[in-house]
């Protein structure tokens, strides 16, 4: 659901050079756009940044700047989490084409694992990106040097601002304002109660719900799946630092936000002890964890989601316990990405005010997070946190630069290119409107409708036709970065990112229920 990833302006270089100041460790390949930690899982083949429900959330951040309504895209970014919905909606769906779905997810282990989102366009349940998605909906600043928007009631530009990503508490009035706020905390909660379900037991903890390679040989919308619903978990035997980490991370993040939308002190509570107890079972059983391979591979290792989990956990409890973990015991890097798998950037940006070091002590998060904007640009959450001048070798950027450079970016994905065309599904001049996602291009069936899987890739995800439904908010791959046009003419485009290469899978995996053996990765689906 992407902030981190490619910037869909070809004209603006994704990783500029670097001033010898900011220069990114030797393992990081700068193509690649991966700073990586002391432990370090690497493919044999380059990782391409696109893929899942995160990413898609991300890249429909609505910008800041003036010719389109962004009131209208913030709306829509957020109808995106809803058609990604598993399990039984709620009366105020918003989404009509959608309906109940996998209500006997966890059945073949006797639990309850109903709910939760969807990744991209299919019917699998992968728990390190959703618990992400969940974080970053509610990340928060100091209210220090910034002027709030006047109303996003209407399309007019605001007079100063940020991206959804960095979320409900930093923008409760314009969220308000928008009659948005419950929509965004209805998603975090759908999110946060299909991971406390996963979470339920202590030291042990349900990954991903569903099989990929059986799921990707059927087109079927969800509501008609019949699929084994395949269940993965991790424990002390067979650990996964990252995901019981980014975990933690969520339930912290959504504690630190009850002020914002009334979570009743037991409730934030019983967040704050389940995030205790994952960052506990994280850094105790530690073990990098491999199991959503080739679809989630964790490349950067399991680091960043201590530093990321201990942060919040700091921001939501102040206790020193967690503020000597990140001085002492936590490992950072400056990179140039912030995604689903490199938590880094995020915990810099948030730390950087606290006149924070990491471990060792040679750089501090404030330098680091500098280092970041620098090397990627069109992100201004550092701005957003302090309100400082980034530092970029000996130069000085400003506050306003980043805006400019992200309001650019933003209204090149709106509209403002070469093509003229949007790439947010139902929003602007010439919108996507084949998305290959199983429940968009498919029309709606009766309950209970076989569906012929062998017959049904060719019937609704091969035909270059308009989706039956909408898959609104949906945010589409672009065209190449040099030549700002399609290489060939695609029959569907590539929405909510999805991979170019995939690495093998590896021959560890956490346990799992009724998993069938790993077969080829998909390929129903074309890249652009």
């Known amino acids: 659901m992407p902030l981190a990833g490619r910037l869909l302006n070809p004209s603006a270089s994704l990783f500029p050079r670097l001033p010898p100041q900011v220069a990114l460790p030797r393992s990081l390949p700068i193509s690649a756009g991966r700073g990586l930690a002391s432990r370090v899982v690497r493919p044999p083949a380059m990782r391409a940044l696109e893929h899942g429900t995160m990413r898609a959330q991300y890249a429909l951040q609505p910008a800041l700047a003036g010719g389109f309504c962004y009131k209208d895209a913030l709306t ?282 990491s471990g060792g002590g040679a750089q501090s998060f404030k330098t680091q997070a500098d280092n970041f904007v620098c090397a990627v640009l069109p992100d201004t959450a550092f701005h957003q946190r302090t309100g400082q001048e980034v530092v970029c070798g000996s130069q000085a950027v400003p506050p306003e630069r980043l805006r400019d450079f992200a309001r650019q970016q933003m209204d090149y994905l709106l509209g403002a290119n070469p093509r003229r065309s949007s790439y947010l599904v139902g929003f602007g001049a010439n919108s996507p409107t084949q998305p290959p996602h199983r429940g968009a291009s498919t029309p709606v069936l009766p309950p209970g409708t076989d569906v012929n899987c062998g017959l049904s890739f060719g019937e609704w995800m091969a035909p270059d036709r308009p989706n039956p439904n909408e898959l609104t908010g949906a945010i589409m791959g672009g065209p190449t970065r040099t030549t700002d046009s399609w290489t060939s003419a695609p029959t569907r485009h590539t929405p909510s990112p999805a991979p170019t290469s995939t690495p093998p899978p590896s021959d560890r995996s956490p346990r799992s229920h009724n998993a069938a053996p790993r077969s080829t990765p998909r390929t129903d689906r074309p890249t652009i």
């Open 76 to 357: 829509k970014s957020i109808i995106f989490l809803e058609a990604q919905r598993s399990g039984k909606l709620p009366p105020n769906n918003r989404v009509p084409w959608r309906g109940d779905s996998a209500l006997d997810d966890g059945q073949l282990a006797h639990v309850d694992l109903t709910g939760g989102y969807y990744d991209a366009g299919d019917n699998v349940k992968y728990g390190l990106p959703l618990a992400f998605t969940v974080t970053t909906l509610r990340r928060w600043r100091s209210s220090r040097s910034w002027s709030r928007p006047r109303s996003w009631s209407t399309c007019t530009r605001p007079s100063s601002g940020a991206p959804l990503a960095w979320t409900a508490l930093a923008f409760k009035p314009e969220l308000e304002s928008a009659k948005e706020l419950e929509h965004v905390h209805e998603a975090l909660k759908w999110g946060t109660d299909y991971l406390l379900k996963c979470a339920a037991r202590k030291n042990k903890l349900w990954v991903q719900v569903g099989d990929p390679n059986l799921d990707h040989q059927c087109w079927v919308r969800p509501e008609n799946m019949k699929s084994p619903r395949t269940l993965y978990e991790i424990d002390e035997k067979t650990p996964g630092t990252e995901i019981a980490a980014e975990t933690a991370a969520a339930f912290a993040a959504f504690a630190a936000s009850s002020m914002v939308f009334r979570i009743d002190k037991k409730s934030s509570r019983a967040l704050l002890n389940k995030a205790k107890l994952l960052f506990l079972f994280a850094k105790s059983h530690q073990g990098s964890y491999d199991g959503e391979c080739p679809f989630y591979c964790s490349y950067s290792g399991y680091n960043d989601e201590l530093l990321w989990a201990a942060t919040w956990l700091y921001l939501a409890t102040k206790r020193q316990v967690y503020a000597d973990y990140i001085a002492h015991e936590a490992i950072s890097s400056s990179v140039a990405e912030f995604s689903w798998d490199l938590k880094y950037p995020g915990a810099q940006v948030l730390l950087a005010e606290f006149n924070m070091t």
